[in-house]
């Protein structure tokens, strides 16, 4: 992979970078430039999903001990799935549409399509390569593409996108049963839970569907989905969400950042849709409970720090209150969004150009993830076109 290919195109094409105002988005640039040289190949348009490679990583989150432990040479379908993410958030930054265009179609969507699974019915895309043995095909995995599809129609109005984004929800759609009064499974292969990953960043999806579209279908679904996750994943003591819930009805009370994030991006965009004041409480009521849950007071800053998690959750949180800030015009949370950037900018990158995934600077891996590196991209790309 030739080093330098982000800021090269850019250059080509004009977009001036290094402004002095535009901080963030001079990180995010430069930071999937560092993705692309470290993670890229001169083979095909796939990532690896470490760097250095580590062959002895094992991708635990996919619940499946027998694929988990199979070395791949390329990322599984969920960290590479940030790179789309990425891309997405700068596309949409001024001036930078042409040339990320250029790159989401040439790079992270002929990379995508090694994924897409039509060996299967209904089409979806499956959690590893169409080269290797038949994977696990993940119900939220499929969702977070759908969301960027949609999401890259909606900013150039190509066709092809939205009717990507209508293949995966069919997909989505055939998650979805009576059991437990609904909701959508996590995992097509194994039908025991249905969470809140799943759930919630459905009804963002279909209200995205319907921003695209005008179709009330997917704002009656992006209610519904809402109104079930909300109904049987929200702990009534801090208004956070917990997991899952298995068929047996029993709990899984861990509680992540992206969850949250996605009920507070799916009240935001509800109440947007249908100035429903109950959806701003919602959203305004879960803002504030996650930024007492998700970030921590150090004595030596003058800000909340985020507590070390999986930065890509920290990343879709943060999605959620940009939505917010969208409603109600209120920066406070991104502020404090934007200070934590800063620092990591500063004091957690290596001279590779790659980041920590450790907000207290004690742990510094040299192994790299992929979906770390991803967020990072994101969250500069969306605090730059929030004005910061």
Known sequence: ???????????????????????????????????????GNTKNQLLAEKYPFDENFKADYLDNNQQAAQQKKYAYL??????????????????????????LDKKVLMGLQEYRDESR???????????????????????????????????????????????IWNFVKS???????????????KKESKNTCSNA???????????????????????????WTKRNLQDPEDKLYWDNMQLNGKIGKAKFSYNAGQMLQ???????????????????ELAEACFGYFFETKEKL?????????????AVMMRGYIELAVVNGDQK????????????????????GLFSADWTLKDQHKSKWLLDQCAFVEMYARLAKAGY
């Open 1 to 39: 992979m030739k080093r330098y290919f982000t800021l090269f195109l850019l250059n080509f094409i004009g977009v001036t970078l290094f402004a002095q105002k535009n901080n963030f988005q001079n990180y995010a640039i430069q930071t999937l430039d560092s993705i692309y040289s470290k993670f």
């Open 78 to 103: 969920w960290p590479f799935s940030g790179s789309f993410s990425a891309v997405n958030a700068l596309m949409e930054l001024p001036k930078t549409k042409k040339a990320f265009q250029f790159i």
């Open 121 to 167: 019915s209904p089409i979806g895309y499956a959690s590893y390569l169409n080269t290797a043995p038949p994977s696990d095909r993940f119900y939220d995995d499929n969702i977070w593409l759908g969301i960027d599809f949609t999401d890259s129609y909606i900013h150039t109005k190509k066709i092809n996108y939205l009717t990507s984004a209508k293949e």
């Open 175 to 189: 998650g979805e049963d009576d059991k437990l009064g609904g909701g959508i499974y996590w995992c097509e292969q």
């Open 201 to 227: 960043p459905a009804s963002v999806f279909a209200l995205k569907l319907f921003m695209a579209t005008n179709d009330r279908y997917y704002l009656e679904e992006g209610e519904r989905l809402y109104e």
């Open 266 to 284: 799916a009240a935001a965009l509800l109440y947007k849709l249908t100035k429903n004041k109950r959806y701003l409480a919602d959203a305004q």
């Open 302 to 314: 003058d800000f909340p720090k985020l507590k070390n998690s999986n930065l890509w959750f920290h």
């Open 333 to 352: 949370y991104l502020t404090v969004f934007a200070k934590n950037l800063e620092f990591a900018w500063q004091h957690m990158r290596d001279k590779e």
